[in-house]
């Protein structure tokens, strides 16, 4: 009998311990691609080796149905602050406007993540691009994070800091300062180094607190840049052409059960040609843009890697959550026009696997990069505003969950807010601030929220939709004209069904333009008339 009380007690006591541990507020590990298309991962339909994502997704959630704000800084303003871009100031890529919903920074009615978990007792720490705001009062320390290295701006070379448009001074910062790059430099390298050294001194010097770092790499955004050894695995790759690679991904993503057996891949873009009626070099030159853009993505996931193999050797992987997604879809941009710098313009015919080149892989990779949805970053069909999401803590998230209920940006702020126990604010330096827009993925993976009762809706340029339940509602600017998809059989919005159930269309449609009244959203035919001298991030 004693025995048997000293061996409950025993297991008592080893109960109280997992349970203590399991309390513990978790590290948390926010990571965030750069034009990266759903299908570029593994995990998602790719050819590209992605080990150590594809593993997360295997031992932790993968969502299939997540959306972005569909381009660069909309999103990170959404991602950082937990509400719609217009309500952060950041409706656009217009670097200024005088207008709340289109300021072109973070706006003082807005927390960030770093300011909340901050407040929590985290150390906060960032490393990659910024492009929130390019005066120093709206960086990265000025906004809640303990230490910042990065771009502040929204591309640039990865070899050296190296400004693309004309009169424009590009800036890679170490907190406050800037600096310069070395001789070495590979900026996804160089932000993972920063990342890791940043989490080294917290161990050193606050090991009892836990930390937020949000990686925020700019691969694989243009130009395409890659380090010679990676390119190397992938030349050669893409010389059967955007046709059979497509088809190869979608047949990849349908062994996996991304989508139903009902989902057809959509049309190419009527822009794109055939493949066959490429000259020998022209095969050639899009084999190795390819091959350099799979190398930035491969770089990602080594980087990723590298993350997760020091917090294993420092004891802190099983009390760590990972995040990861993209900030919008595949990028069908080339660097051809006016913008540039007659130099940059110049580069773009350069091989890609060239250093001082400055090249993207246009629509034609765009469209494998978005395997199997149609259109690209800026619009608000699938291939602008979906992307593959990653959520992976062996003490914290359910392993080994696909999950198939719509979700956004917003929802990661209330998602946080949960896993660190932090409060969010009403008021912060005596400014109001906006309450939180999502919902905690914790509350969509245990299926506690109904899906046809949420509508997430979405503005950018005169673009925009409304996702609520299977439907998905959406128009692309300047047409102007709604369409009607049912996404659970129709994922790749091939079929329109808005003349079938125009109840539906009236019912979204609405929906949208109280949330555009809302949100501060100034229809964009109007806006574009207002843009006046002003200039692009």
């Not at 193999?309 to 990972?322: A, D, S």
């Not at 710098?341 to 580069?347: L, S």
């Not at 091939?494 to 809302?518: C, F, G, T």
Request: with cysteine.
């Amino acid at each position: 009998m004693k025995t048997l009380s000293i061996h409950l007690l025993y297991f008592l006591v080893l109960l109280q311990v997992a349970f203590a541990q399991r309390a513990d507020r978790p590290n948390i590990v926010l990571i965030l691609a750069d034009d990266m298309g759903y299908s570029d991962l593994g995990c998602f339909g790719s050819e590209i080796h992605t080990p150590y994502l594809d593993s997360m997704a295997q031992g932790g959630v993968k969502m299939t149905n997540f959306y972005n704000a569909s381009r660069c800084c909309p999103s990170r303003a959404s991602l950082l602050t937990g509400v719609y871009p217009h309500q952060a100031g950041i409706g656009d890529m217009m670097n200024t406007r005088p207008y709340p919903a289109y300021q072109g920074y973070l706006n003082r009615e807005t927390v960030t993540l770093a300011e909340v978990l901050g407040s929590a007792g985290y150390g906060t720490y960032m490393t990659g691009k910024w492009h929130v705001g390019q005066a120093q009062e709206h960086w990265p320390l000025q906004r809640g994070f303990d230490q910042f290295y990065g771009l502040i701006d929204g591309a640039n070379s990865y070899f050296e800091n190296r400004p693309y448009r004309p009169n424009q001074k590009l800036t890679i910062a170490l907190g406050n300062e800037e600096i310069m790059p070395p001789q070495d430099y590979y900026s996804t390298d160089a932000y993972t180094d920063y990342a890791i050294s940043f989490v080294d001194q917290h161990l050193r010097e606050k090991k009892s607190d836990p930390f937020f770092l949000y990686i925020a790499y700019q691969a694989p955004h243009w130009p395409l840049h890659a380090k010679p050894e990676d390119i190397a695995r992938y030349q050669g790759k893409y010389m059967d052409g955007w046709e059979a690679v497509r088809q190869r991904r979608f047949e990849k993503q349908q062994a996996l059960g991304l989508f139903p057996p009902s989902a057809t891949l959509s049309p190419l873009d009527t822009t794109i040609g055939d493949w066959q009626s490429l000259s020998w070099e022209e095969k050639v030159r899009w084999d190795e843009r390819m091959s350099v853009y799979a190398a930035m993505v491969d770089a990602i996931d080594q980087n990723v890697g590298r993350l997760v193999e020091h917090l294993r050797k420092n004891g802190q992987l099983e009390n760590t959550i990972f995040l990861f997604l993209s900030d919008n879809g595949a990028s069908n941009e080339t660097i051809t026009n006016q913008g540039f710098t007659e130099e940059i313009r110049a580069a773009n015919f350069f091989p890609a696997s060239h250093p001082k080149s400055f090249t993207a892989y246009g629509k034609e990779g765009a469209v494998v990069s978005n395997t199997p949805f149609r259109k690209f970053k800026h619009w608000e069909f699938e291939g602008g505003n979906a992307t593959g999401f990653i959520a992976y803590g062996p003490n914290y998230i359910p392993k080994g969950l696909q999950i198939d209920q719509p979700a956004h940006l917003i929802d990661i702020m209330p998602s946080v807010v949960e896993w660190a126990d932090a409060a969010y604010p009403n008021e912060l330096a005596e400014h109001a601030i906006q309450p939180m827009e999502g919902k905690a993925l914790q509350a969509i993976w245990d299926n506690e929220l109904v899906k046809e009762n949420r509508a997430i809706c979405f503005e950018h340029e005169g673009n925009k939709a409304v996702r609520k339940g299977e439907w998905k509602l959406v128009a692309e600017y300047p047409e102007n004209v709604w369409y009607l998809y049912n996404l659970e059989t129709d994922r790749t919005e091939n079929i329109d069904v808005k003349e079938k159930y125009p109840e539906v269309v009236k019912e979204l449609s609405q929906v949208y333009d109280a949330w555009a009244k809302r949100v501060g959203v100034i229809p964009y035919q109007e806006l574009d008339k207002k843009r006046g001298n002003v200039r692009y991030q």
